[in-house]
């Protein structure tokens, strides 16, 4: 009896010791599942995948069904410590792989369930980490360490990395209040991703910069960013923040003897004679060199001056350094396709917004004014490339704009948001927006000039430069069409200026956007939803100023009109349409050669249905584009008759 007691009271124990370690961990868990089709013939789970074509990534396509597991760990350490990681599986393999375990077995293309490779091994991967220390010392509120999504900086000096990316990103935080809300602070130390800040997105060598160098080997485990943001309230109708960033992109000395292939090799005769003498002999110690340096400073200023008015305020200024000896030109190289400027330049840029709430005395109207100077080198590598809009306007493009070239508009559905550069911008925005009752209405003119006009721009491809120094990303005219966009932009599919694009040879541009938005709801059973949304697009650019048989003039006329109506309380049924009326004249050409004149029409009925039941939330779109683009007499005309659709079943626990 005696045992039985003893080895009952044991039992008791562990149990005790196993509830009060669980109840220190919050588990979390999701299972998304994407069904993709379209009427081609391409497999997989990505519309836009990575651009570059001779990238041997398999995992994009029209055609698939994917599904991807989430599990959450949130553990208390202690009273003063938590932890947290996040497992997911690898996007990529469809359910038609069935058993794909990552071998690559074969070179050519087979239904062998070992062909595919890692992108299709669907492994539990360890996607993000951190540990936090809350008041650890007088005046730190917290030091965050591992993981972040760097949502606490802003889009002009290191933006919020996009949603996909938002474990990847790694450093040390330490953020702080020291007086109350009087003044706070947030400082961080990033490792800076080696894919894409830097020139040619990249903080490594990729290519031979020095005849003769042989120096191969890249390193960017040294290669830090350092933000610093602070914040004051200075009143309760006051408050300004200041946030400066530098990004630090080394790489070993070429000419030092103990860099490997230095250009600066020791010569055993002569360092046997003079072992001191550290620039030609070695001494076992590598020194580096800054590869790329990018510093990006921003004011802003909060201001409600009185009741129902709220000023904006941004400045900065941003300042680019590129070493030759370990940067090659990729403008001149890569077809005009590089994240910057190729040379050292400094610029800057300032917003101002002013708000007002039932403005000139009439109930539920409010006006927004904004003015906006975006300097032509104006450089921000680490600023935001999605996920973010710096700008009131609707844009050329809708998903929002964004004061660098580093644009992500890749690893997207065709229904995500493409963003633009806006680089270059300089001009003002006025929206109305005034509700009443079930009506609300919206309006929106916009002027733009733009900082990067003038004549004989080096940019890749012009005629009277040998050292183009500005990129183009190649495909620099005419309207973007996202609804039907190609990384290739051949000529047999012309999808128009390539949302980076912002330099040109020659150039003397303006643009007017006009924008009207309605809704209303009638009252019918739950109410339906009535939206129509109108725009109109001037786009005239004099080119050459030297001549007038060049001039591009373009007339963009895109109309949207929706119905809403919720079935149950757990189904909502969207339908619409949307038509497009583009007018283009000397869209594409040269003066010797000629230039096209182009129309283009585009309808794009749709429809969207979302179901949430029990936890789960389904969603289906669906939508067909027919596009008719007549291009004169110079090209043939083309005609599109997609089908694609795209639904999501999430569950998350």
Same mark, same amino acid.
């Given at each position: 009896?005696?045992?039985?007691?003893?080895?009952?009271?044991?039992?008791?124990?562990?149990?005790?010791?196993?509830?009060?370690?669980?109840?220190?961990?919050?588990?979390?868990?999701?299972?998304?599942?994407?069904?993709?089709?379209?009427?081609?013939?391409?497999?997989?789970?990505?519309?836009?995948?990575?651009?570059?074509?001779?990238?041997?990534?398999?995992?994009?396509?029209?055609?698939?069904?994917?599904?991807?597991?989430?599990?959450?760990?949130?553990?208390?350490?202690?009273?003063?410590?938590?932890?947290?990681?996040?497992?997911?599986?690898?996007?990529?393999?469809?359910?038609?792989?069935?058993?794909?375990?990552?071998?690559?077995?074969?070179?050519?293309?087979?239904?062998?369930?070992?062909?595919?490779?890692?992108?299709?091994?669907?492994?539990?991967?360890?996607?993000?980490?951190?540990?936090?220390?809350?008041?650890?010392?007088?005046?730190?509120?917290?030091?965050?360490?591992?993981?972040?999504?760097?949502?606490?900086?802003?889009?002009?000096?290191?933006?919020?990395?996009?949603?996909?990316?938002?474990?990847?990103?790694?450093?040390?935080?330490?953020?702080?209040?020291?007086?109350?809300?009087?003044?706070?602070?947030?400082?961080?130390?990033?490792?800076?991703?080696?894919?894409?800040?830097?020139?040619?997105?990249?903080?490594?060598?990729?290519?031979?910069?020095?005849?003769?160098?042989?120096?191969?080997?890249?390193?960017?485990?040294?290669?830090?960013?350092?933000?610093?943001?602070?914040?004051?309230?200075?009143?309760?109708?006051?408050?300004?923040?200041?946030?400066?960033?530098?990004?630090?992109?080394?790489?070993?000395?070429?000419?030092?003897?103990?860099?490997?292939?230095?250009?600066?090799?020791?010569?055993?005769?002569?360092?046997?004679?003079?072992?001191?003498?550290?620039?030609?002999?070695?001494?076992?110690?590598?020194?580096?060199?800054?590869?790329?340096?990018?510093?990006?400073?921003?004011?802003?200023?909060?201001?409600?001056?009185?009741?129902?008015?709220?000023?904006?305020?941004?400045?900065?200024?941003?300042?680019?350094?590129?070493?030759?000896?370990?940067?090659?030109?990729?403008?001149?190289?890569?077809?005009?396709?590089?994240?910057?400027?190729?040379?050292?330049?400094?610029?800057?840029?300032?917003?101002?917004?002013?708000?007002?709430?039932?403005?000139?005395?009439?109930?539920?109207?409010?006006?927004?004014?904004?003015?906006?100077?975006?300097?032509?080198?104006?450089?921000?590598?680490?600023?935001?490339?999605?996920?973010?809009?710096?700008?009131?306007?609707?844009?050329?493009?809708?998903?929002?704009?964004?004061?660098?070239?580093?644009?992500?508009?890749?690893?997207?559905?065709?229904?995500?948001?493409?963003?633009?550069?806006?680089?270059?911008?300089?001009?003002?925005?006025?929206?109305?927006?005034?509700?009443?009752?079930?009506?609300?209405?919206?309006?929106?003119?916009?002027?733009?000039?733009?900082?990067?006009?003038?004549?004989?721009?080096?940019?890749?491809?012009?005629?009277?430069?040998?050292?183009? $120094?500005? /990129?183009?990303? +190649?495909?620099?005219?005419? &309207?973007?069409?996202?609804? %039907?966009?190609? @990384?290739?932009?051949?000529?047999?599919?012309?999808?128009?200026?390539?949302?980076?694009?912002?330099?040109?040879?020659?150039?003397?541009?303006?643009?007017?956007?006009?924008?009207?938005?309605?809704?209303?709801?009638?009252?019918?059973?739950?109410?339906?939803?009535?939206?129509?949304?109108?725009?109109?697009?001037?786009?005239?650019?004099?080119?050459?100023?030297?001549?007038?048989?060049?001039?591009?003039?373009?007339?963009?006329?895109?109309?949207?009109?929706?119905?809403?109506?919720?079935?149950?309380?757990?189904?909502?049924?969207?339908?619409?349409?949307?038509?497009?009326?583009?007018?283009?004249?000397?869209?594409?050409?040269?003066?010797?050669?000629?230039?096209?004149?182009?129309?283009?029409?585009? $309808?794009? /009925?749709?429809? +969207?249905?979302?179901?949430? &039941?029990?936890?789960?939330? %389904?969603?289906? @779109?669906?939508?067909?584009?027919?596009?008719?683009?007549?291009?004169?007499?110079?090209?043939?005309?083309?005609?599109?008759?997609?089908?694609?659709?795209?639904?999501?079943?999430?569950?998350?626990?």
């Amino acid at each position: 009896m005696r045992r039985i007691l003893l080895f009952s009271a044991a039992v008791v124990a562990v149990s005790s010791s196993v509830r009060a370690e669980t109840s220190n961990f919050e588990l979390g868990g999701k299972i998304y599942t994407k069904w993709l089709y379209r009427n081609n013939t391409s497999q997989g789970v990505l519309s836009y995948g990575n651009p570059f074509t001779n990238y041997d990534e398999n995992q994009s396509g029209d055609n698939g069904i994917g599904s991807e597991l989430e599990i959450n760990i949130k553990g208390r350490v202690s009273d003063v410590v938590e932890a947290g990681a996040r497992l997911k599986s690898r996007f990529g393999s469809t359910w038609h792989d069935f058993w794909e375990n990552g071998n690559i077995r074969y070179t050519e293309t087979n239904t062998s369930g070992e062909s595919m490779g890692m992108d299709h091994a669907e492994y539990l991967k360890l996607r993000g980490y951190w540990v936090k220390l809350n008041k650890p010392f007088p005046g730190v509120s917290h030091i965050h360490v591992g993981s972040s999504d760097l949502g606490m900086f802003n889009p002009w000096t290191v933006g919020k990395i996009r949603y996909i990316d938002r474990d990847n990103a790694k450093g040390i935080f330490v953020h702080g209040r020291p007086v109350a809300d009087f003044f706070a602070y947030d400082l961080g130390i990033i490792a800076l991703p080696k894919l894409w800040v830097g020139p040619g997105w990249s903080t490594g060598l990729g290519e031979e910069t020095q005849p003769g160098s042989v120096v191969v080997s890249p390193f960017w485990t040294q290669d830090w960013a350092y933000a610093l943001k602070l914040r004051s309230q200075l009143a309760d109708w006051m408050s300004l923040e200041m946030v400066g960033m530098i990004s630090l992109d080394y790489e070993a000395d070429i000419y030092d003897p103990d860099a490997p292939g230095s250009l600066n090799p020791a010569d055993a005769e002569y360092c046997r004679a003079h072992p001191d003498d550290n620039s030609r002999c070695t001494d076992h110690a590598v020194d580096f060199q800054s590869r790329y340096t990018n510093a990006v400073i921003t004011l802003a200023a909060d201001i409600e001056p009185f009741e129902d008015y709220l000023v904006n305020f941004i400045g900065g200024w941003s300042a680019s350094r590129i070493n030759r000896d370990f940067t090659a030109n990729g403008v001149a190289s890569n077809q005009g396709y590089f994240p910057m400027v190729y040379d050292d330049v400094n610029d800057f840029a300032t917003v101002l917004r002013v708000s007002m709430l039932d403005a000139f005395g009439v109930e539920e109207l409010n006006v927004k004014a904004e003015g906006f100077y975006i300097g032509e080198h104006w450089t921000s590598t680490f600023g935001a490339r999605r996920e973010a809009d710096v700008l009131l306007t609707d844009g050329f493009i809708e998903g929002g704009q964004l004061p660098t070239l580093n644009l992500a508009n890749e690893f997207i559905d065709f229904d995500e948001d493409f963003y633009e550069s806006c680089i270059g911008w300089q001009g003002g925005t006025l929206l109305l927006e005034y509700t009443w009752e079930a009506l609300t209405l919206k309006l929106e003119s916009t002027f733009i000039g733009y900082n990067t006009n003038g004549q004989d721009r080096p940019v890749f491809g012009c005629s009277s430069c040998e050292n183009p $120094i500005y /990129p183009n990303f +190649l495909y620099s005219e005419g &309207y973007t069409d996202v609804d %039907l966009y190609d @990384y290739e932009n051949p000529r047999s599919i012309d999808r128009g200026r390539d949302p980076r694009s912002v330099f040109r040879e020659d150039q003397d541009r303006w643009t007017f956007i006009g924008v009207f938005w309605a809704s209303y709801v009638v009252d019918v059973g739950e109410g339906l939803e009535i939206s129509a949304k109108f725009k109109q697009i001037v786009d005239h650019d004099a080119r050459d100023t030297g001549r007038s048989d060049d001039d591009y003039a373009g007339h963009i006329s895109i109309g949207r009109l929706s119905f809403a109506y919720p079935i149950t309380d757990t189904i909502k049924l969207r339908l619409g349409g949307q038509f497009d009326w583009w007018d283009e004249d000397h869209r594409e050409g040269n003066p010797a050669a000629g230039y096209a004149y182009y129309q283009t029409t585009k $309808i794009k /009925p749709f429809l +969207l249905l979302t179901f949430n &039941y029990g936890g789960a939330a %389904l969603r289906y @779109y669906l939508e067909y584009v027919w596009k008719d683009q007549w291009r004169g007499d110079r090209y043939p005309e083309q005609l599109w008759g997609v089908f694609r659709s795209k639904a999501t079943l999430e569950v998350s626990w």
